[in-house]
């Protein structure tokens, strides 16, 4: 079996460019030339009527579903003059089109305790609240987050910007992780930390994330740069600060990607 591939080089270049743009976008053209939609899956859940609503849009606009890593679905091969109908088709079913753009990504969870004979604590409401919260809020570069009921960390929990696993007296706290070509793992900031103190320390790293920060610098990046040491101290002076503002900056975000014709020029 030949699994290779001729590299798109220029394709490549252009996917490449519009991960440095500002602002929102959809994921551009693929290989084969048509599109694709990120559909936002919160909790990694889905009611019956979703699952149906998503198999009668991937039937009439795309050629596949994929689970995306993120726990999104990415419906793969629209043509390009159904994109737009597509996107609303998604939309209509009560679902989201994902940015990719530089912002607080989807929140990503394991079942936790009300699933996993394993889970510590409850993951579903936590994560939701999260994402209810802070997803959109604008970030120097993509800002992950992941939640896991236990130290199994099926979530990924050390492999994004932010992350957290539960323990029996609340919750461990990771930053600074990241996959890509260069994967870092997340190191430990607080534990033992009630689940009503996580928005707090979420807001708080996201707040240190973005004052700290140079241009087109990762968490991970940043957290090198200062020392893991400054970035804690740097978060817990800044535990106590309402985070209101940060809750409206992801609304008015999110209000205004849905407003967008289309997330991102199409030809890019």
Known sequence: MDTSARPDNELRR??????????HRCLGRQRDGKYALSVGVPTG????????????????????????TAQSLIIVGIDGEHYYEARQAVMDAGLDVRSI?????????????????FGLQRTLPLATLLEETFRGVPTPMKFKISVSGCPNCCA??????FGIHGTVDGWKVFVGGKMGNTPVIGREIASSVPTDDVPRYLAAVIRTYRDRAEPDERLAATIERIGLDA???????????????????????REEAARC?????LGA
């Open 14 to 23: 252009a996917t490449m460019e519009r991960k440095k743009a500002p602002g």
């Open 45 to 68: 859940c889905l009611s019956p009527s979703q699952l149906r609503s998503l198999a009668d849009i991937v039937e009439r606009y795309g050629s596949v579903g994929h689970l995306s």
């Open 101 to 117: 753009g530089r912002d607080v990504r989807q929140v990503k969870c394991c079942p936790g305790a009300d699933f996993s004979p």
């Open 156 to 161: 990924n929990t050390k492999l994004n910007d």
């Open 231 to 253: 970035f804690r101290e740097a978060v817990e002076g800044c535990l106590d600060l309402p985070y209101d503002d940060l809750a409206a900056m992801a609304r008015e975000a």
């Open 261 to 265: 014709q289309c997330i991102g020029p």
